[in-house]
Structures are given as structure tokens and as C-alpha cells.
């Protein structure tokens, strides 16, 4: 990895709880010494200096900013900027309104991670409100479950699953009764009664007076248990007033220690009315505290199946009192679903599990995040050999560049080779290549193409490569990342896909201002569409290769052939079509990405754009199940608009027609203009539109040029050479 990445963790709190503990731990995790993680927090004289000084316990960096939304936002812009962060994580509503603002006006990517909704109040539920309206705007939802990622109406590539978790804690007989008698002897209990404890934020998405309701019901039955209510919050004063007479029902308010003397309690009941991965359900499970518990947000899926925790419906005091019931009737049973659970947070919730899921979700936001502790990683004596194949033609301005980072690559020098097909460039492509093969310490050879067409001379990197894998690069990109070739090795070998994809954001550091542009309209919806991956960042799954693939391994050729030279353009979005129907794996991250300069002006975007229309004609036109809707969508625009405009002086539908069909497109690209513009500056009003029309009616045109030009298959020979 190059470079240096800072993360900064932000969140709002009053005390350190479960939360705030999860993100203490998160915050720890070594993912190698060119990563650096910090923790911030809002501090005034009610917040932020808990969660401060427990991190700084943990040598952890800290920043605290002021409780002030406005005066906020402004420190924390300063701090992104000044310290370099190129990750914000946002931990709650607060943190999330500021920090997603703060992360967009800046430039950098964040995360937000889903702490729960209280509705506590009017304040609390304004605020909530925003936050949910902020959440489109963040690079990533994290979700505490899978079951809570799939409700969430976030585009399925920004959802992410970081699970609470907690270390076993294996206890001894000893340490059980040692717990035992402190939390009896500390409330005034019977050393020998039975605890029942309920622990949490006493406010009304908690339900604890569901629990008092409970033990009122089964009292008198057990007049040697006792029902304990651990916790502050908005709620205290009326829960205390409702226990009242209750000799039996203790609220003991909030306690530092909870921790330790909870292998001291009988049964844990947790009665949420919304919750999705309660730390208190885990601690308990942890320390093997049979569990009651509420089937809400993610909590089934921390019971698991069969269920290690007993479940009830939410809000019912019965489902409650019976459960409590059943376990206090029968112990046996009770410890049995004890063990049971604490094997669950053994096996599927450990902090193993937790750094790994943090770890895939920073190296999908930042492609230049690498662990240097992947266990995953294949070992260097094992490495496949990379055939790197370059098509290129008249590339003097940027080649030397690409073949620097190459050579750079923190991969076996014996391991690797580069191979130029050069298209009978007419300025010092070549000379440059010569002069780097001449003292590279990596294999570099230059090959004519006297076809001069990319498929061309992609063919002859594949046909001349000795590589197992043989990844395309362009001439005109910047690899990023000294790792790449790794990242590719490590990638096939953790996945087993024989197609990898790579994201090429159009976001050179030396683009001009309307590059820039042409960047962000190519990059939205409207500019490139659905079905794309090429531009996301956001994506570390299997996925259709038909836009991204670029790397694969050897037995791909073998089975489907190599490039169709009958295609000038799109020959790569054919060639990963039959990827696509052979049914071989391909994956897709971030850690693949190389980054792209678009098209300097319109005239050249459009002449691009010609091209890839034509492309798409030739495709649908060999693969008939390769036809989607938006592949028709710009060359029926293009045509509804010249027929119309030539019927338009005789027949006056043609002109509404004519005038409808403007107007709608007018107002989508206006709208989709301005979403921009709200996002990335008010350039894009008059920007957007124009480009947006460029890369629509290009895309029209060249559809309709690939159709009167046809398709024209390969001559039989050539065809059987290249497998198609």
C-alpha cells in the first residue's frame, strides 16, 4: 500500500455503553502500521468526555469537537483537511448529520453506521428524520445484521454488514460465585436467591415496563427471585414510581461494573420493543447467562437455528412471564440454552469476525487500503505468474507513467511480465517502451499491431503472454497503488472467480474543471446507467462482468476463445458477455481500481460515444439475449426526434410529439443537472446538460451507424483462431 490512512470515528454520547464499546473496540484493531484509526466525539460538560478518556485508555487518538452543529461542522471540515483523513466513519444521528455534510463538502468518503432509533422525543425524532434523510448521501450504510441490511432502502452497493460482537468469556466456578455474592451483597439481596436481571437506556423503545409488568405476574409464585433493572435514562423516575411496594423488583439504577457482575444473574430478559444487535444479549450470552429476549430487529439472527436464546414477541407481558416461567421452572433447560449460546458467540461472534467484516468494508470505501495481516492472502511462494497485456497507439503523454507504476509493483520480479501491442504508433510510443525494456528488471516486450484495433492487440497478449492470469491495462491510466498485482494474486486466490472486474473512476488528479464534469455526469445514473459497474467504487462481490472484467485466468480462453476482432469497440463487453454465459465466477473490488482522464472536450466525448454505440449494435446483433431497454433508449430517442422534426411542417402531431419529447428529456436532464450541482457546485446547471445530450444522442447516433454498417463476422479462419 502507498500512502498513509487516517479514519477518523465520530459519535455523540454521554457514557460509554455498548455502542460506544463496540466502536472502542473497532477503533483498536491493527490493520497494519500505514493505518490509523481515531475516535472523535462532541464534548461539553453532559457528553463526549466519557467516550474521549476510555479511548485514550485504549491509546487510541482522539479529537474532540464543539457541541455546536454549526461550529461543529466547520472543526471537523478544518480536521479532515489539516490531518489528512480519508475516511469518516459516523456513529449516530449527530455524528451522521455533520459528518456526512462534512465528508461531502470535503471530498472524502464515509461510512454510517446504524446505532438505532430511539424516537425519544420531538428533538430526537427531528433529528432521526434528518438522518434518515442524510443516509443517501453517505458512501456506505453499515448495518449491526444482515437481516437489518436488507430492509434498508439504500442502493444494494452501499449496504455493509459490520455485526456487534465480544469476546467469550470463559469463567470458572470460582469466578461465577465470586459475581454471585458481589451483586447480591452490594443491593442488599439474599445471598441465596435467584437474579433476574433487565439492562439498558430506560427510555420507551426499551420496554422495561414490560419486564416489571412480568415479574408483578410471577411474584408470588418465586418468593426466592428477585428481578433486578440496570440503566438510566428518560424513563427512571415513572419505572420507580410504577415498582413502588414491590419489595421484590429492585431498580438499581446505572452501574460502571455491569459487566462483572453479570455472570452473577440467573436469567437476562431483554424486552426491546426495536433493537438490532443488543451488546447486553451478547454479554450475557458471552458469559453464559441464559437469555430471554424479544424476536426483533436482528435479534433472531444472534439466537441462530435452532435458537439459543428463548424468543418472544415484542410488547406482550404473557410471552414474557411464560418464558420466565419455563426457565425457572426447569434450570437444566435453562443452562442448557446457556451453553449453547455462549458456543454461538464462540463460533460466529467473535472479534475475529468483526475486524474482518470492518476490514472488507475499508478496503470497498478505500481502494488503497491493504491489512498487512490478511489471513487470507496467498503466500508469496505460490503466486501466480501476471501476463500485464497493454493495447496501446500513440500514447507518448502517459505511457511512460503507466509502466513506471509496473515496474514498481510490490510483486516477484520473476513473477510477472509486460507485453505492449502497439498499433503502429506514429509519435514515440514505441521508443519510450524500447528505452523501458531496455532497463526494467521485469520482462517488458513491444509487438507490432498491424491491425491497430484494441481486440487486436489484446488477442496478442493473450496469444504471446506466459502468464497463468493475464490482466489488460490501458496506456492513459494511473494504478494507484503499488499492490495491485497483488491485489489481483490475493483476490483470485480468497474468491476462486477466474474473472476479476475493476472499477475505472474517470477521476485523474489532473483533470480540468469540465473533465471533471464529463466525470461525475458519466458517473450518475443518467450519464452511464443501472446496469454498470465500471464507475462504482462501492463494490466487492460477485457480480456480470459484462462492463468491468479486465483480469482473468488462463482456462477463460480455453473455454470461450479470445477477443472477437470483428469489433473496433465494445470488444471487451462481448468478450465478458461470454464470460457471463459460460458461468464462470467473477468478482468484483475496489482494491482492483485504476483510475481514468475522460474526454477533454464534447467533440471527442461525443466521437467516444459514437464508438461505444456502434459497439452496442454489434453485440445485440451476435448475441441476441445480450438486448436490454436501455440499449434502445438513446438510438429510439434519436430517431423519435429526427422523424418528428421531419414531419414536424405537415403534420401537427409530429410536432407535439416533437416538442413533448424535448421537453421531457429537457426536464430529466435538467433535474439530473441539478442534483449534481447540488452535490459538486453550480457548474453543472449549464454543464450538465450539454454533456448529459452528448453522451445520449453519441450513443444514438453510433447505434444507428452500427446498424446500416452491420455486423460482419470474422472469416471463417480468423474466427476459429480467435474461438468465436
Not at 493495447?391 to 509502466?403: A, F, G
Request: hydrophobic content about 45%.
Amino acid at each position: 500500500m502507498s500512502g498513509h490512512l487516517r479514519i477518523l470515528h465520530l459519535r455523540a454520547s454521554p457514557f460509554v455503553g455498548g455502542p460506544e464499546r463496540q466502536i472502542l473496540r473497532c477503533a483498536s484493531f491493527d490493520f497494519g502500521e500505514n493505518i490509523q484509526q481515531i475516535v472523535g466525539s462532541f464534548v461539553d460538560d453532559r457528553e463526549g468526555k466519557a467516550l474521549l478518556d476510555a479511548a485514550h485508555s485504549a491509546r487510541i487518538q482522539t479529537v474532540a469537537f464543539s457541541p455546536a452543529s454549526r461550529t461543529a461542522l466547520a472543526q471537523l471540515r478544518d480536521y479532515i483537511r489539516k490531518e489528512n483523513i480519508s475516511l469518516l466513519c459516523t456513529h449516530g444521528y449527530k455524528a451522521d448529520v455533520i459528518g456526512i455534510t462534512a465528508a461531502k463538502l470535503e471530498g472524502i468518503a464515509s461510512a454510517s453506521f446504524l446505532r438505532g432509533w430511539t424516537a425519544q422525543d420531538w428533538k430526537v425524532r427531528m433529528y432521526e428524520r434528518l438522518d434518515r434523510a442524510m443516509l443517501p448521501f453517505a458512501s456506505a450504510v453499515v448495518a449491526l445484521s444482515h437481516s437489518q441490511a436488507e430492509k434498508l432502502t439504500a442502493p444494494r452497493d452501499k449496504r455493509h454488514v459490520v455485526t456487534n460482537v465480544i469476546e467469550t468469556r470463559e469463567l470458572s466456578a470460582e469466578a461465577v460465585a465470586d459475581a454471585r455474592r458481589a451483586i447480591r451483597s452490594r443491593f442488599g439481596l439474599p445471598a441465596d436467591c435467584r437474579l433476574v436481571v433487565c439492562a439498558g437506556r430506560l427510555s420507551p423503545e426499551k420496554g422495561t415496563q414490560f419486564f416489571i409488568n412480568a415479574a408483578r405476574q410471577i411474584a408470588s409464585r418465586y418468593l426466592d427471585t428477585r428481578f433486578m433493572i440496570f440503566g438510566d435514562g428518560p424513563e427512571r423516575a415513572a419505572l420507580a414510581a410504577s415498582i413502588t411496594g414491590e419489595s421484590n423488583i429492585v431498580l438499581a439504577g446505572h452501574v460502571t461494573d455491569f459487566k462483572e457482575l453479570l455472570p452473577g444473574a440467573d436469567i437476562l430478559v431483554n424486552p426491546s420493543l426495536m433493537e438490532e444487535m443488543p451488546n447486553v444479549v451478547l454479554e450475557a450470552m458471552s458469559c453464559g447467562v441464559p437469555v430471554i429476549a424479544t424476536s426483533v430487529g436482528g435479534v433472531p439472527e444472534l439466537a441462530g437455528a435452532p435458537p439459543t436464546i428463548v424468543l418472544v414477541r415484542a410488547a406482550d407481558t404473557e410471552a414474557i412471564s411464560t418464558a420466565l416461567t419455563r426457565f425457572l421452572d426447569a434450570p437444566a433447560e435453562a443452562a442448557g440454552y446457556a451453553s449453547s449460546a455462549q458456543q454461538r458467540i464462540r463460533s460466529e461472534y467473535s472479534p475475529d469476525k468483526q475486524r474482518e467484516e470492518l476490514g472488507a468494508l475499508f478496503a470497498k470505501l478505500l481502494p488503497a487500503f491493504v491489512t498487512t495481516s490478511t489471513t487470507n492472502a496467498q503466500p508469496s511462494g505460490t503466486l501466480p505468474f501476471i501476463t500485464v497485456a497493454m493495447p496501446v497507439r500513440n500514447e507518448e503523454k502517459h505511457i511512460q507513467k503507466v509502466l513506471d507504476a509496473l515496474l514498481a509493483q510490490d510483486y516477484p520480479k520473476d513473477k510477472y511480465e509486460i507485453i505492449v501491442a502497439d498499433g503502429e504508433s506514429t509519435d514515440q510510443t514505441r521508443e519510450i517502451v524500447q528505452r523501458a525494456a531496455g532497463t526494467a528488471t521485469v520482462p517488458v516486450r513491444l509487438i507490432s499491431n498491424p491491425r491497430r484495433l484494441s481486440s487486436a492487440g489484446r488477442n496478442i497478449g493473450i496469444v504471446n503472454g506466459r502468464g497463468d492470469v493475464v490482466a489488460f491495462v490501458d496506456g492513459h491510466c494511473i494504478i494507484g497503488t503499488d499492490r495491485w498485482l497483488r491485489n489481483v494474486a490475493d483476490i483470485m486466490h480468497e474468491t476462486g472467480a477466474v474473472c476479476l472486474c475493476r472499477p475505472q473512476p474517470l477521476d485523474d488528479p489532473a483533470n480540468t474543471s469540465f473533465q471533471d464534469m464529463i466525470a461525475k455526469c458519466r458517473g450518475s445514473i443518467l450519464g452511464h446507467g443501472l446496469d454498470s459497474s465500471i464507475f462504482s467504487q462501492n463494490n466487492e462481490r460477485f457480480i456480470n462482468p459484462t462492463s468491468s472484467g479486465a483480469i482473468y485466468a488462463r482456462e477463460v480462453f480455453e473455454k470461450i476463445g479470445i477477443y472477437d476482432e470483428a469489433f473496433d469497440a465494445a470488444e471487451d463487453v462481448e468478450f465478458n458477455h461470454r464470460v457471463w454465459q459460460s458461468g464462470m465466477k467473477s468478482y468484483i473490488s475496489p482494491r482492483l481500481t485504476i483510475h481514468y482522464a475522460p474526454r477533454a472536450d464534447l467533440k471527442g466525448l461525443f466521437k467516444q460515444m459514437m464508438r461505444y454505440g456502434q459497439g452496442r449494435f454489434r453485440l445485440i446483433a451476435k448475441h441476441r439475449d445480450a438486448i436490454s431497454l436501455s440499449q434502445f433508449v438513446p438510438p429510439a430517442f434519436v430517431m423519435w426526434m429526427i422523424l418528428t422534426a421531419i414531419l414536424s411542417p405537415f403534420v401537427s402531431f409530429a410536432r407535439w410529439a416533437f416538442l413533448g419529447a424535448l421537453a421531457f428529456y429537457g426536464v430529466a436532464v435538467v433535474l439530473a443537472s441539478l442534483i449534481l450541482a447540488a452535490r459538486h457546485g453550480f457548474r453543472f446547471i449549464w454543464g450538465g446538460p450539454a454533456i448529459f445530450a452528448t453522451v445520449h444522442i453519441g450513443l444514438g447516433v453510433g447505434f444507428w451507424k452500427g446498424c446500416f454498417s452491420g455486423y460482419k463476422p470474422l472469416p471463417a479462419a480468423a474466427a476459429a483462431r480467435s474461438g468465436v
